[in-house]
């Protein structure tokens, strides 16, 4: 069955650093892999996806993510973070019916 | 874009009583879902429908049952409702195709059972 690892529960970092949250996922064929954000009390918005292609997904907000086969990867990126961007982070793969599995989401705490 | 809304958006209710949440669509997406979000948890799937009266279960789908008997509606039940079952809980959609694909999320219901 298909699964999601994100290892960091929690991170910080300053504002203006760069940012990379880890996605590590286990599915049998070409996954369609997913990074959403999710704001206090807020629903999820997404941030990109990738589904085949170049391997390197440009997203809204500033955020970019590489998808590596080979490391079973899909981590998130962005040059420089905001103060806005502090917020939950959820990767995702599609599996089996089109149902979309989670990982545990990271916390993202940015510090001015 | 496709229209989802639940309801209702928050909920207390007592342990042992009965409760349903509604997702409502408004275009003819087949797929539609449930999901539980609970910290340190992520989200996970209760229950998922892939057509009218055609529903299968997900990892968390104990206490929860589901009916479907119009494309647009999709009613997640819990039948006795229980304390571990407080909760925010979301409804998708599957949308698009290709490139354009990908899912859409209502605003969640926040269920508080004491």
């Known amino acids: 069955a298909q699964s999601v690892t994100q290892p960091d529960i929690h991170i910080t970092v300053s504002e203006g650093a760069s940012l990379e949250l880890r996605c590590n996922y286990s599915?049998?064929?070409?996954?369609?892999l997913f990074w959403y954000v999710q704001s206090p009390g807020q629903g999820l918005q997404l941030l990109l996806k990738?589904?085949?292609?170049?391997?390197l997904v440009q997203g809204i907000k500033g955020f970019e993510a590489e998808f590596k086969r080979s490391q079973s990867s899909f981590n998130l990126r962005k040059p420089s973070v905001h103060w806005s961007d502090a917020a939950e982070y959820f990767c995702?793969?599609?599996?089996?019916?089109?149902?979309?599995?989670f990982g545990k989401g990271t916390k993202l705490t940015v510090n001015p | 874009d496709a229209g989802i809304t639940q309801s209702p958006r928050h909920k207390v209710t007592e342990t042992g009583t009965p409760v349903t949440l509604r997702c409502h669509q408004t275009e003819n997406h087949r797929y539609m879902y449930w999901y539980r979000q609970d910290p340190g948890h992520g989200l996970r799937l209760i229950h998922y429908s892939y057509g009218v009266k055609d529903t299968d279960k997900g990892e968390v789908s104990d206490g929860y049952s589901v009916s479907r008997s119009k494309t647009e509606d999709f009613l997640l039940t819990l039948e006795s409702a229980t304390s571990s079952q407080t909760s925010v809980y979301f409804c998708a959609i599957s949308v698009g195709y290709r490139e354009d694909y990908g899912y859409t999320f209502g605003s969640g219901t926040r269920l508080t059972v004491v």
């Open positions: 990738y589904f085949s292609g170049d391997t």
């Open positions: 995702a793969v599609q599996g089996g019916s089109e149902k979309l599995v």
């Open positions: 599915y049998g064929a070409t996954p369609y």
